[in-house]
């Protein structure tokens, strides 16, 4: 573990450089509490050249109009992260605190898989121009075409939960779009952003200023992108709150903002359900501690079985494996700061004051003095109007909700703010179905059905966000619509 070194330096402009100040602040691993090391932090002073840097290399290179050149570039910068996966792999464990276990699906290796190949296929597939045909319109007849262009200069603010998966998915489809960024990694987890900075300066071909990295143990630097009137989008992940905020700070330059927020996710179980097949995945709740905005935090079973769920709950929440993240047998490791630790307590606490009963978990683990682990965590009895149910926890804490028939669990599944995303099972496929269309969320697994991918549309209703990660209708969002008319012939 010691001999990491994470990349200290910020991508600016083409160049690796320090920040101007000089200054570093640390990157901590929240497991064991110990300093990994330095990176640069990045001022507002830093933000402004990286802004202007990549304004330059939208407005004067032929990076927005040049697909064969961004098609390259983004098979350059694949095969540079394939070379390095496994430095990445032990750099995301010792950083984010996550288990080994989870790089090998969605925090490393599923978004490598795609993330980048599949806009990079997309900028020969997609359709960049379309004819409208001719048409009349005051007496004048005309010939249309519509074209799709890069909106420009892309702020990408990425949370410290799933920092690879949100970064490579965000700029694959900035870059295949012909757009250039800022791409600004949370305080907590920067050494994964530094580099890919790096890879990307030393061993691909995009132009200087197309892609820059800045650091910062100051979030309101990352404000800076929200503000300037030089960027054009917000590309955001991370809490409502600050989704929020940046609406409403952008809304001076009218910023386009595209939000993937938080996440209230139920796990709904109908009635005709082996308990005992299905319910011990409800554990995965506890994977990467509950750091997952997707993740399935609120349990459904019909009230009759209620006390029969709670127990093989409870069950499978005492079996979890957990702990040190490099140990490949841990599916949850520790939570990423110890403000994290202390909001996720917090909840608990006011878990245990509304009523609902604990049925295990609930504290810090004796046996883990360092780090920031939470034991996982179940409360049985809950009503969805306690805290519990209706905030985001982000830990590993569950609730188990019973409701009285279908019509009751949509009804629970929809009385929250939020809507992201959720799981439907029964023993019909057609009643889940039925179900899950009822339900006011962005994505949803029924029966099981998995469905991550960079094809696929994620993305949130409601409070969870605007817009969507990911698939044709993500493409989009980084693309502005020209129509253009001419005399008809
Ligand atoms: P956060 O909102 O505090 O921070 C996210 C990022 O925004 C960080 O890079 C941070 O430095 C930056 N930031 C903070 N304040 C800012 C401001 N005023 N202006 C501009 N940037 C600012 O979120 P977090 O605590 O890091 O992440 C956890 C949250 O992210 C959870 O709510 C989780 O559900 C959400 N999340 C959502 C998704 C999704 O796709 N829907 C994915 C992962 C995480």
């Known amino acids: ?21 000089g200054k570093t602040f640390d990157n901590v691993n929240p497991a064991t509490e110990d300093v990994l090391g330095p990176v640069a932090d990045g001022s507002a002073e830093d933000m402004a050249r990286a802004i202007a840097a990549a304004r330059r290399a939208f407005d004067e290179t032929d990076w927005a ?78 010939r249309r075409r519509v074209w799709k ?9 990425v949370p410290w939960n799933f920092p690879v998966e949100i970064t490579i998915n965000k700029l694959g489809q900035t870059l295949a779009t012909g ?17 890919l900075g790096r890879l990307i300066a030393e061993r691909t071909d995009i132009p200087a200023g197309v892609v820059n990295v800045v650091t910062s143990s100051d979030h309101l630097v990352g404000e800076t992108l929200v503000t300037d009137a030089r960027v054009d989008v917000i590309s955001f992940t ?17 910023k386009r903002v595209f939000l993937e927020l938080g996440g209230k996710s139920v796990n709904l179980l109908l009635d005709d359900v082996d308990f005992a097949t299905q319910l011990g995945a409800a554990a995965f709740t506890c994977m990467h501690a509950g750091q997952g905005c997707a993740i399935a935090t ?71 003095p360092r780090g920031f682990f939470v034991e996982p965590t179940v409360f049985a009895h809950v009503d969805n109007s306690m805290t519990i149910a209706q905030e985001e926890i982000f ?18 599944a929809n009385e929250s703010r939020y809507g992201l995303s959720g799981m439907v099972t029964s023993g019909s ?4 179905l039925s179900v899950a269309r009822r339900i006011r969320t962005g994505t949803l697994a029924v029966n099981g059905g998995v469905w991550y991918g960079a094809d696929s549309p994620f993305g949130g209703y409601k409070m969870s966000g605007i817009g969507r990660q990911n698939g044709l209708e993500g493409f989009e969002q980084y693309l502005e619509t020209k129509t253009i008319a001419l005399p008809a012939r």
């Open 298 to 368: 609120r349990l459904l079973v019909p009230r009759a079985r209620h006390d029969e769920a709670a127990e093989i709950v409870k069950a499978a929440f005492e079996s979890v494996a957990y702990g040190d993240p490099t140990d490949a047998q841990n599916i949850m490791g520790p939570l990423v700061s110890a403000k994290q630790r202390e909001r996720v307590l917090g909840y608990i606490e006011a878990g245990r004051r509304e009523g609902a009963q604990l049925l295990t978990g609930g504290g810090r683990p004796a046996r883990l």
């Open 429 to 432: 496929e057609e009643r889940a």
């Open 149 to 157: 262009e890069p909106v420009g200069v892309v702020g990408s603010i």
């Open 179 to 195: 757009n250039t960024t800022i791409i600004k990694p949370a305080p907590d987890t920067p050494w994964n952003a530094t580099r």
């Open 238 to 254: 991370g809490s409502t709150v600050t989704g929020q905020r940046i609406m409403e700070k952008g809304a001076p330059t009218l």
């Open 1 to 21: 573990m010691d001999k990491l070194q994470g990349e200290v330096r910020m991508l600016v402009d083409g160049e690796l450089v320090n920040a101007a100040s």
């Open 395 to 412: 830990g590993p804490v569950l609730v188990v909700i019973p409701y009285e028939d279908d019509d009751d669990a949509v009804r629970i």
């Open 65 to 142: 109009t040049n697909r064969g050149l961004r098609k390259r570039c983004l098979e350059q910068l694949q095969d540079a992260l394939e070379s390095e996966r496994e430095e990445l792999r032990s750099e995301l464990v010792a950083e984010v605190g996550c288990p080994v276990l989870v790089t090998y699906g969605p925090q490393l290796d599923a978004p490598l898989e795609d993330g980048l190949r599949w806009p990079a296929k997309m900028i020969d597939e997609f359709a960049w121009e379309r004819d409208l045909g001719e048409r009349e319109a005051f007496g004048i007849p005309s």
